[in-house]
């Protein structure tokens, strides 16, 4: 039987560290309200010429570098954000030219903060049928050059934090690798948190009064997100250890995407998890949507809390709303 097996991680983070106490200074918030509501103390902001692309290509360089791989050998690539550098062509193509490569197929995903686990849905269908057998998969985000920091965006403006995270997939007949992956969706809630223009069901698709209405930065319900994600999160998990017949027991560590401090305990509380199965790095990064899975595996593995063997869920949850789990063999 093949499995999708990980091959390897790898993540960047911008150089330049945005503290709570430095978003004081450009907006109405607080060290501490952002603390007690989210959990963050900081995140990362890019450089004015740095790209999500750039980002992307740091951290497939490294996964490349870790699986002993030279970046011609992979013959697919996955790419997923919510906030690509162009309206069109999707980020994939910009980091598959800046790797160097030509001519294999660069699928973009749009599915914000679980993004990861659909492209991990797709690249795990791909993998087992044969179509692809080096897959590098991607979730890169450039939030800060879209934040809102007035008062009116204030809620979203503290949260999201720039990264990349990127894995490499390959096919195994080892009993490890992705056991399950589901991904889910529930499109009533698609106006709870996002970002409305540049949008072609307007005419233009983008004017002056969207920009001074604030209309192309992300608006959200915070409280109707958290109150979804909690209960889908769990839901999710469950789901995914039901289909491999797998106790919950048995589950080594759980990478939730890290949305808010909040939302991970709520979620570890519901499934009675102790905290040394929990990862969190939300505390450093703020909510990298698509990218905080891989960035936070990558970090799991690399300080050693995730070993050959370790059974690993991934879930997330996010605008759309979207969501879904993996259960992975490391
Ligand atoms: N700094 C200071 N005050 C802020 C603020 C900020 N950054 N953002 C909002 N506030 C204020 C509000 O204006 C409001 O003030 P008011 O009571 O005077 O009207 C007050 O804080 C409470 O706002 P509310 O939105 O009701 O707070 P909340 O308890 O729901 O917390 C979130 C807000 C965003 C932290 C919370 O709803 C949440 O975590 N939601 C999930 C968000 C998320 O994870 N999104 C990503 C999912 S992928």
Redesign the pocket.
């Known amino acids: 039987m093949i499995r999708t097996r990980f091959l390897s991680t790898g993540f960047r983070v911008p150089d330049r560290v945005v503290t709570n106490h430095e978003l004081e200074g450009m907006m109405?918030?607080?060290d501490e309200?952002?603390r007690q509501?989210?959990g963050i103390e900081a995140r990362r902001w890019a450089a004015e010429d740095e790209t999500g692309a750039d980002l992307a290509e740091s951290a497939s360089r490294m996964a490349l570098e870790h699986a002993g791989m030279d970046a011609t050998e992979l013959d697919c690539i996955i790419l997923a954000t919510l906030s690509p550098d162009h309206f069109f062509p999707g980020t994939g193509v910009f980091l598959q030219r800046q790797l160097g490569v030509t001519d294999i197929p660069c699928l973009d995903v749009r599915n914000q903060?679980s993004g990861f686990l659909y492209g991990l849905s797709v690249a795990d269908a791909w993998i087992r049928t044969g179509a692809y057998r080096r897959i590098l998969l991607v979730g890169t985000e450039l939030h800060s050059a879209g934040l809102d920091l007035s008062l009116r965006g204030?809620?979203t403006?503290?949260?999201f934090g720039d990264g990349a995270g990127a894995v490499i997939l390959a096919p195994t007949e080892e009993a490890r690798g992705v056991l399950a992956v589901k991904v889910h969706a529930d499109g009533r809630h698609a106006e709870t948190?996002w970002t409305d223009v540049p949008g072609c069901a307007h005419r233009p698709y983008i004017t002056c009064a969207d920009i001074e209405e604030k209309h192309h930065v992300p608006a959200?319900q915070?409280?109707e997100?958290?109150r979804h994600?909690v209960k889908r999160m769990p839901e999710a998990v469950r789901e995914v250890l039901g289909e491999t017949g797998l106790p919950l027991a048995e589950v080594d560590m759980v990478i939730p995407?890290q949305?808010?401090l909040?939302?991970s305990q709520a979620v570890q509380k519901t499934l009675g998890l102790p905290d040394e199965k929990m990862y969190n790095n939300i505390q450093r990064y703020g909510?990298t949507?698509a990218a905080s899975i891989p960035i936070a595996l990558h970090e799991a593995v690399a300080e050693g809390r995730i070993g050959d063997g370790a059974l690993v869920c991934l879930t997330a949850?996010?605008?759309g709303f979207t969501w879904g789990a993996a259960l992975v063999r490391w």
Do not use: P, Q
């Open positions: 109405e918030t607080s309200w952002i509501r989210s903060c204030r809620d403006g503290v949260l948190l959200m915070g409280r997100v958290f994600a995407h949305a808010n909040r939302i909510n949507t949850f996010g605008s």
